[in-house]
């Protein structure tokens, strides 16, 4: 990736020629760019403080390993209009591979995506009785609560037996907030086998004979989950939109309810984006906050309650080809705080380099937690003590430990959230000129194929002449809000 780097003259302000201009370089704002390019001749211009395109979708390389924020995959379930232009971009680097994981349940392994025969093995009996019976009796359960949580939405639909022993764990751990603590919009959002039978009709839909090509399996490029942010940012400046890293934004600049320019600072200086459309990808806290003049109090005060859950990605490097056969281990058990621990070597089938492998853990946390402001060596001394008591002892030399921090892992959806996401979301809305959109600018938990359908529809709402089409707009949010997260 060569993003273009124009160095304005150190001193005043300096004014570039008014057109589209895009927050942020991960997956949304790039989408957005290259969709735009193709359709317009209008000059782009994204904007991001990273060094790098991705977001938290990119890549990165520890000792010739390609590394990326956590386990993530492509799934298959992406839009046919956006999955043919990944193919295209890829070629034969967009690799289709098995789902290979497990989940701890009870003590003991069982294969992730669920599959019938190793699940009637290997789940505990008492558990798996259980949760009959919780389907047995699941109209029974119809209504009891009063006031809807994630929890009363999981118990009624689930019954007690899958919800207690792993949803329930395993919100706790993701978002620090107990289940009775969390919104119905999470179990919408992340709970896509809403009943136990639903659950039993994937599993069965995973026997052979009855899946389709993609069943059980997910798309992963051969350089890691960021070569496909990576070709997408290159397509996007063929087609002739500029990126501009390492640039922080200044202020919004507004008069009255229009946009009417950004001003960002980077090596040389800062830099005036008269801006005709300007989409935001970057937190809508931080859009609340650098508009100028300042947003009203109202929702000024809403954006400093509404949260995002942060993440400390552990990426321990181990002289041996390979730890496990697995792609990824998901923690549901409170005894380990990791939520999920990946092998990045298994995401891509690589073999090379040979002794040598890396495991990710996924460990979410607030900056005010003790694990934040420890040193690498000390959280991976703790990952590895972790991972002795879930009967997966580091038994191979340690060659060293990094980590890297996310600050905006997981919107949090608390029980006051969706009123603090209206007041703030209401009053963008109203702003002309400003579109905003993606995982953090919608506050929106979901994948990288759900932020590209996003990017995907801004792009269809851009008229030639640069208007933008709010009606149309309102069915897209519509739809986006029907996303559901696959892990
Ligand atoms: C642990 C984890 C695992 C995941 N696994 C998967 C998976 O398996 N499959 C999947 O499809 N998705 C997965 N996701 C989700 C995926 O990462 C997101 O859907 C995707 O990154 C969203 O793209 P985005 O562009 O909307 O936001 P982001 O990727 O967050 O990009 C936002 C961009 O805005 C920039 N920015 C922020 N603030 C400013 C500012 N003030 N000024 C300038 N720039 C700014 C950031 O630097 C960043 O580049 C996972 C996410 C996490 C956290």
Known sequence: MTANKKKPTPGSTKKVMPGITVLGAGPAGIAAAFALSRKTGDKIDVLDRAPRVGGNAASFQIDNIWCDYGSHRFHPSVAPDILADVKNLLGEDLLLRPRHGRIRLGGRWIHFPLKIANALRYLPKPFAVSLLADMALKRFRKGKAQAQTFSSILLEGLGPTISKNFYFPYVRKLWGLAPDELAVTLAERRVSGSSVSKILMKMVRMLPGLRGETTGRFYYPRLGFGQISESMTDAAQEQGASFHLNSDIVR??????????????????????????????????????????????????????????????????????????????????TSIPVSRMSEPKNYNASTEPK???????????????????????????????????VDLPVNVPVRKTLTRRLSHAYPVYDLKYQARFEKIDNWLSGLEGLVNFGRQGLFAHDNTHHAFAMAYGVADCVGADGSFDTKKWADYRAEFATHTVED
Request: contains cysteine; hydrophobic residues 40%.
């Open 355 to 389: 002794g040598l492998t890396v495991l990710c853990a996924e460990l979410p946390c607030d900056p005010t937690d003790e694990w934040w402001d420890m040193s690498d060596d000390e959280l991976g001394e703790r990952f590895c003590g972790w991972l002795g008591g």
């Open 252 to 333: 919004i600049e507004r008069e009255d309810n229009h946009i009417t320019a950004v001003v960002s600072k980077g090596e040389g200086g800062e830099v005036r984006h008269e801006s005709k459309q300007l989409l935001s990808t970057i937190p809508l806290t931080a859009l609340v906050r650098l508009m100028q003049p300042a947003a009203p109090d109202d929702v000024v005060e809403a954006a400093k309650e509404i949260r995002f859950r942060s993440m400390i990605l552990i990426y321990l490097v181990l002289e041996t080809d390979q730890f496990t056969e697995f792609d990824a281990h998901y923690f549901p058990e």
